[in-house]
């Protein structure tokens, strides 16, 4: 079964929400607001339920994992202004058709343990952090109890990008390219030396390849870090990397080393744009489940025009 494990739908409850907020993140319209990024002209059929069914069939796709976007920045909102927005997601994706599936979003602002396990047990596959709150060894410490809750329902991590920081004067594309890229890249590196020994069985998927973060293990090795094991319970979503990206991260992923495709908690991976025969080999033969498949689809390709939204 082909699973795509990141996929954005806002849930029509959710969008009449942020339509009515007046501050960011909000609508206006469908003109996305974000403290850190520069308005956003969102595409209303990137959120029409039966198009984005009827979309992924034709993808051949047997599940499609919709995730809250952690651009909005809603996780970090006060509990009064969190709770309803995190309702209104969950009700909304959770009762969305075939062949879609949930990931749970928590309150950070006010961590709740209780309320990620009551998402949990109503059907979400796991649970996305952003990768802003995963930044350092006291941002693990934090988000541990919530850790806590997949190790006991032995339910997998999704680390997606979170909010930008404001930074005026920049490309539409800077977000993308720039904050988001760090965060994934500091959330990697942060779970390496603080996340693995506190949870040491959890699964962990990192989105746009962990930022690339995996590519640095020459340099990780000269500065005293050690080279480190292969983690087969780490896990890295394509986003909108091509093939030159993916070749490059498989080599440092485990292109040496035998995986078992029977026991992975996700499907098959789609390999995006062909791909060199090092690449095929590698995603099909030698390490045919651990980069998965995952664009958004309001997510600009590269032909496609500038910009991203979240």
Request: with cysteine; aromatic share 8%; hydrophobic share 45%.
């Amino acid at each position: 079964m082909l699973i795509d494990v990141h996929q954005h739908i806002w849930p029509p409850a959710f969008t009449e929400l942020l339509r009515a907020r007046t501050t960011p993140p909000c609508l206006d319209g469908w003109t996305l607001h974000l403290a850190g990024e520069q308005p956003f002209a969102v595409d209303p059929a990137d959120h029409d339920i039966a198009a984005r069914a009827r979309l992924a069939a034709a993808d051949g796709l047997g599940l499609a994992l919709v995730s809250l976007s952690s651009p909005l920045g809603i996780e970090y909102l006060p509990p009064a202004e969190a709770t309803p927005l995190l309702d209104a997601f969950h009700d909304g994706a959770l009762a969305l058709p075939a062949p879609f599936g949930v990931w749970a979003s928590p309150c950070l602002s006010e961590p709740d343990p209780e309320a990620v396990e009551r998402e949990l047990r109503r059907g979400c596959v796991g649970l996305q952090l952003p990768a802003t709150a995963l930044l350092d060894a006291a941002g693990r410490q934090e988000c541990a109890p919530l850790l806590d809750v997949l190790t006991l329902l032995g339910k997998p991590l999704f680390i997606h990008p979170g909010a930008a920081p404001a930074t005026p004067d920049t490309p539409p594309w800077w977000p993308a390219l720039v904050p988001y890229l760090h965060q994934m890249h500091a959330s990697w590196f942060a779970f390496r030396a603080f996340g693995r020994a506190r949870h040491p069985h959890l699964r962990v998927c990192f989105a746009a390849l962990a930022g690339l973060a995996p590519l640095h293990g020459e340099r990780l090795a000269a500065r005293g870090g050690g080279r480190g094991e292969i983690d087969f319970d780490v896990f890295y979503e394509t986003s909108s990397y091509g093939t030159r990206a993916v070749d490059a991260l498989v080599r440092a992923v485990g292109i040496d080393v035998i995986v078992s495709g029977s026991d992975r908690p996700y499907a098959s991976p789609v390999i995006p744009g062909g791909g060199t025969d090092a690449a095929v080999h590698a995603l099909r033969t030698t390490n045919p489940d651990r980069l998965l498949r995952g664009r958004t689809r309001a997510e600009p390709t590269d032909e496609q025009k500038e910009g991203s939204p979240p």
